[in-house]
């Protein structure tokens, strides 16, 4: 039960209450419903066929590799040579990638925002979840929060705007990145003076590094109550595939959804989608910045 003394929520939150019925009808726009063209995933399971390590392939290493049939395999491969994506060896009946392969990497945006690689699946978490997600980095002495997601039957959180900054010690997606500092810039922000957003954020230095150390080990953070009374979260890190926290991933919403079995069922679809995304910036390297990301 929100205190008396609390922030009027409905003064900052409008409730979505549904949509209409006809949109309901209308098919996803991220091509989810559409129906994919097998053809094309067999190529590119046959181009993915190739590495550093194995640059040469026979026509039946590369079936097996495919999964596919030798006729199927034959066929493809061909096609892709006569496109120039394939070169093959004749008279050793071995195929290899083709230069022209280079051509395409170099027409890859030179700076590209991470809010734009990751935000599909970032718009699937807010429908899933039916919550506001939070997409947020590491600022000089605050998080900043890069994207926002709002799905149709979420509670509209304006708290945190896009390229406004939250302190380090409040909020869960500001947690994870706190928790996620060095040793030294940890005990720097500790000795720092902490100010409380509500009567529940933690300012009190041991009490932070304690919440910290649960951070580190849970591998996710709660806040509850302590950015708006009455407002609650669930955060984890986004990272690349040595381990570096690219960003923190967080859903919001009315406190009593972080309870028991509803804290755990958002757990599970926010781990879920942490682990899809991580499939497209494991290439990524820090440090991000709301600008542009490094590959």
């Known amino acids: 039960m929100i ?43 046959i181009l993915r066929c190739f590495s550093p390590d194995q640059p040469f392939l026979t026509l039946g290493e590369i079936a097996k590799k495919a999964e596919l049939d030798a006729g199927t395999t034959r066929r493809l491969l061909i096609t892709l040579r006569d496109e120039g994506l394939i070169w093959q060896k004749y008279h050793k009946g071995l195929y290899c990638l083709s230069y022209r392969m280079l051509e395409l990497t170099q027409s890859i945006p030179g700076r590209i925002a991470l809010q734009d690689l990751i935000g599909a699946s970032l718009l699937q978490l807010s429908k899933d979840s039916g919550m506001t997600v939070y997409l947020s980095i590491a600022g000089e002495s605050e ?24 302190p380090f010690h409040c ?13 030294e810039q940890r ?10 957003m509500t009567p529940k954020s933690i300012v009190d230095p041991v009490r932070l590094k304690h919440e910290v150390k649960i951070i580190r080990k849970a591998g996710y953070a709660i806040g509850m109550d302590d950015v708006a009374l009455g407002l609650s979260a669930l955060g984890m890190p986004l ?40 499939e497209h910036v494991c290439k990524i390297k820090t440090p991000i910045s709301p600008g542009e990301i490094n590959f």
């Not at 209409?20 to 590119?44: E, F, H, M, N, Q």
């Not at 998080?143 to 939250?166: N, T």
């Not at 595939?241 to 679809?269: M, Q, T, Y």
């Open 3 to 45: 205190d008396s003394d609390a922030v009027l929520i409905t003064d900052d939150i409008k409730l979505k209450e549904g949509v209409l019925a006809d949109s309901l009808l209308k098919p996803p726009r991220d091509g989810r419903s559409l129906t994919r063209v097998r053809a094309v995933s067999r190529a590119i399971a």
């Open 143 to 166: 998080a900043i929060c890069l994207a926002r997601y709002l799905s149709e039957h979420a509670i509209d959180i304006r708290w945190w705007s896009e390229g406004r900054g939250m």
């Open 171 to 183: 909020g869960a997606g500001p947690k994870i990145l706190l928790a996620h500092f060095d040793e």
């Open 187 to 196: 005990q720097n922000y500790y000795a720092s003076e902490l100010v409380p």
């Open 239 to 278: 990272c690349n595939e040595n381990g570096d926290v690219l960003a923190a991933v967080s859903i919001a919403g009315l406190s009593p959804s972080f309870k028991d079995d509803e804290r755990r069922r958002l757990h599970a679809i926010l781990k879920q989608a942490i682990d899809n995304m991580a």
